[in-house]
Antibody, heavy 124, light 109 residues
Framework: EVQLVESGGGLVQPGRSLRLSCAAS????????MHWVRQAPGKGLEWVSG????????GYADSVKGRFTISRDNAKNSLYLQMNSLRAEDTALYYC?????????????????WGQGTLVTVSS | QTVVTQEPSLTVSPGGTVTLTCASS?????????PNWFQQKPGQAPRALIY???NKHSWTPARFSGSLLGGKAALTLSGVQPEDEAEYYC?????????FGGGTKLTVL
């Protein structure tokens, strides 16, 4: 059974940093690209970042470019999102999602499994 | 800035058929945009329904189908069930950056 479990969310002051993690199980993690998607309270979904199986292709939404860094550790079956210079508008539920291919940039994104999310609240 | 547009809300009767659409501000949607469709119910994570325009996941009910229609991506529900009441999101790919639509709230009444 595929499982994606996010962690690391919490309350953080504007301008500070936070690191999210996503622990994956039930599939061969290093075969697939992964994504972070967020959802502000009462709002729609926003793609945040994606990373290919070998970290060779990485992308970011314009809203987080230069502040957020996606990474993965295939030996630990884990995906990460380092979030710096956090703003109030980054407040959201952050989901980890699996792609069906190894490189979403080359092959196009096709999502299948999602985690339950971890809540990030940016407030003073 | 690229905008993906969906109907804000639609209402359908149980047993009826409804089509949700997904338009791109850049022009006609083609298979090269890799349209994906997701269902989200209140308090739950999104669930993937359709990928690459028309492909279903193993868990996708047969009454859901994806297509291209009139320059847009489309999700058709045939024989709608009460449990299909949910928010539906589409996703289009713009060469490195996927973009979600704003969502369609489907009411089954």
């Amino acid at each position: 059974e595929v499982q994606l479990v996010e962690s690391g969310g919490g309350l953080v002051q504007p301008g500070r940093s936070l690191r999210l993690s996503c622990a994956a199980s039930g599939f061969t993690f290093d075969d697939y690209a992964m994504h972070w998607v967020r959802q502000a309270p009462g709002k729609g979904l926003e793609w945040v970042s994606g990373i290919s199986w070998n970290s060779g292709s990485i992308g970011y939404a314009d809203s987080v470019k230069g502040r957020f860094t996606i990474s993965r550790d295939n030996a630990k079956n884990s995906l990460y999102l380092q979030m710096n210079s956090l703003r109030a508008e980054d407040t959201a539920l952050y989901y980890c999602a699996k792609d069906m291919s190894g490189d979403y940039v080359e092959e196009g994104p096709d999502f299948d499994y999602w985690g339950q999310g971890t809540l990030v609240t940016v407030s003073s | 800035q690229t905008v993906v547009t969906q109907e804000p809300s639609l209402t359908v009767s149980p047993g009826g058929t409804v089509t949700l659409t997904c338009a791109s501000s850049t022009g006609a949607v083609t298979s090269g945009y890799y349209p994906n469709w997701f269902q989200q119910k209140p308090g739950q994570a999104p669930r993937a329904l359709i990928y690459s325009t028309s492909n279903k996941h193993s868990w996708t009910p047969a009454r859901f189908s994806g297509s291209l229609l009139g320059g847009k991506a489309a999700l058709t529900l045939s024989g709608v069930q009460p449990e299909d009441e949910a928010e539906y999101y589409c996703l289009l790919y713009y060469g490195g950056a996927p973009v979600f639509g704003g969502g369609t709230k489907l009411t089954v009444l």
